[in-house]
């Protein structure tokens, strides 16, 4: 590792290693990606559109990824606003199939990607505090994880992507503009070979919330529940067994379980904050995928969202570190229009479903239309 970098890129999550490829390929030679775990813990997040496609061959690291052979995903089935399901499928769709990943897995082949075309890469180190320095550049404080070992380095430009945390984007005075909170409960199963669980995502829309499910690589599955915090306090959701009685009570994806070893111990409870920073790029910074706006997991286009964010933000940083400063306001809108256009299809997807007026879940959600329009509006003025 060098003592100063052109560009150091906090978080080396899905947004943080493609703008660390994209920077690549936009001639940036000079580039470091901080990150604070080694990609070992669980990581939710695992259903990717066909046309990411595109995009990751964009960044050239396409045929690695199809080497990871991941699950494909041949579309969606779906009870919401009706008890039947309805099919959405990639039959028809010119780009193909999407995926469903096994996240650590994803993360960790972007990571490889990163080190192949050479920039450096420090894992188990966290970013925790900056100064200024004289000549506008950051001093960015490190701690290793491992070694119990604070490092600094220098960087003429730093990336946010750190994350919902936003941690360096707030420390520069961003603040998230909060529009929904939600909490997701994810069980995985295992499935027998010949298991009847298909490989469409199915949604099944009930009255506290929605539940997921999708075919993971390695003969896992996962099963989430999208739920408000306080029904999950209520119905005591932490608890497996209460979890569990819940999903044995859903119409579709309860009987597709059939024959599926549940494991009591993979509970992971999951606060989703649905935001958008009110900064989200200044002088020698800018913040890109969660750090720049999250998503509800209903749109399933976390991870889109942020190989496409990174694409906008390699432009823009080779372009300040040139001094034209031109772009910067390409950026900010271009985050502005996304959040605006997922604002719309959220709120339409949640408009879709009435069979329970007086659910506050289905209120809560339905109810905030106005407010986030407003919003989205302001920003792109
Ligand atoms: C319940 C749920 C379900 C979802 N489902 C989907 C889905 O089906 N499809 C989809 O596309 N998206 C989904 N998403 C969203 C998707 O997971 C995110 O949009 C995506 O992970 C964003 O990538 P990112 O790199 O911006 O952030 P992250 O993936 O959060 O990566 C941030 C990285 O920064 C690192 N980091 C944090 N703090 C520090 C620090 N101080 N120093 C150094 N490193 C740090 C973290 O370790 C992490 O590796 C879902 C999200 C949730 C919560």
Known sequence: MKTAYDVVILGGGPAGCATALALKQNGASSVLVVEAGNYEKVRVGESIPPDTRLLLEKLDVWDCFLEEQYERCLGSASSWGGDELGYNDFLFNPIGFGWHLDRRRFDKYLAKCVEAQGVDLLTYTRFTDYDLCEDAS???SLFHEVEKKETSVKARFVVDA???KALFARSMGGKRQIYDQLTCVYGFFETPFDSYFSKL???EAVEY???YGARLPDGQLAIALTT???FFKQEKLQNWKYWLTHLSETVHISQRLAGCGFDKDSLLIVS???CHMDKVIGDGWLAVGDAASTFDPISAQGIHKALTDSLKAAET???CLQGNFDKADDYRVHIANQYANYLKNRNYFYSLENRWPESSFWKNRQKKISLEFQ??????N
Not at 375 to 380: D, K, P, R, T
């Open 162 to 164: 750190t994350g919902s």
């Open 375 to 380: 919003y989205a509006l302001q920003s792109l």
């Open 138 to 140: 950051f001093n960015l």
């Open 209 to 211: 919330g929605w539940w």
């Open 272 to 274: 989703v904050v649905a």
């Open 228 to 230: 408000d915090a306080g």
């Open 317 to 319: 940083i080779v372009s």
């Open 201 to 203: 995502t199915i949604l």
